[in-house]
C-alpha cells in the first residue's frame, strides 16, 4: 500500500487548510481495520505524529494542534483527511500520512507553510 497526501500549501497565519490521504492499493477490511495517523517534519526535525483516528472514529492529538486540526476518515474511498484552522508559522512542515503503526509505504508528504 503506497500512501499518497495531497491538500498542502502556502497561507498566512491563521488561514486554514484541509490535508487528503489515499491509501492507493488497500483492500477495505484491511484499511477500516487500523488506526491512521498523520505526521508532520520541520527542517532539522524528527518526524513526529500529530493525530490520530481509530478505526472507531475517536480521535486524539498532540497539545500543539489540539483544538485548531481535525482528523477524519472516509473508510469507503480508504482516505483520511486532516483540517488545519488557526495555522501558526510553526505548523510548517511536511505532513505525512500512515497507519498508525507507520506499517506501510511512505508517500512522499504534502508541504505546508505558513507565513506570519
Known amino acids: 500500500v503506497q500512501m499518497v497526501e495531497s491538500g498542502g500549501g502556502l497561507v498566512q497565519a491563521g488561514g486554514s487548510l484541509k490535508l487528503s490521504c489515499l491509501a492507493r492499493g488497500s483492500i477495505l477490511s484491511d484499511f477500516s481495520g487500523n488506526a491512521m495517523a498523520w505526521y508532520r517534519q520541520a527542517p532539522g526535525n524528527q518526524r513526529e505524529l500529530i493525530a490520530v483516528i481509530s478505526t472507531s472514529g475517536s480521535t486524539n492529538y498532540v497539545d500543539s494542534v489540539k483544538g485548531r486540526f481535525t482528523i477524519s476518515r472516509l473508510n469507503a474511498k480508504r482516505s483520511f483527511y486532516l483540517n488545519m484552522d488557526n495555522l501558526k508559522p510553526e505548523d510548517t512542515a511536511v505532513y505525512y500520512c500512515?497507519?498508525?503503526?507507520?506499517?506501510?509505504?511512505w508517500g512522499q508528504g504534502t508541504q505546508v507553510t505558513v507565513s506570519s
Open positions: 500512515n497507519r498508525h503503526d507507520g506499517n506501510w509505504s
